[in-house]
């Protein structure tokens, strides 16, 4: 039997990976109430399914401000 340990990001970390300001990151985890999987220490940490949606939900915010997301 094989499990799989989930890989957990921080906000930096995440951050990073999409090349975004943490503030926007941080700003879209509120907003959304995306809750973290859990605590490294006093990090919060967070699965590639949050990032996934986060790259989603960032890729809108500027949609929308680009006026791409009203018709």
């Known amino acids: 039997m094989t499990s799989q340990i989930p890989i957990l ?10 090349d975004q300001p943490i503030h926007r ?3 879209v ?3 959304r109430n995306v809750a973290p999987a859990g605590w490294a220490g006093n990090a919060r940490v ?3 399914a949050d990032v996934t949606f986060l790259t989603a ?8 401000r680009l006026g ?3 018709r």
């Open 9 to 18: 990001l921080t906000i930096g970390e995440i951050s990073r990976r999409l």
């Open 29 to 31: 985890l509120r907003s």
């Open 46 to 48: 967070y699965v590639e």
């Open 57 to 64: 939900e960032l890729r809108r915010i500027d949609d929308e």
């Open 25 to 27: 990151v941080e700003y």
């Open 68 to 70: 791409e997301g009203t």
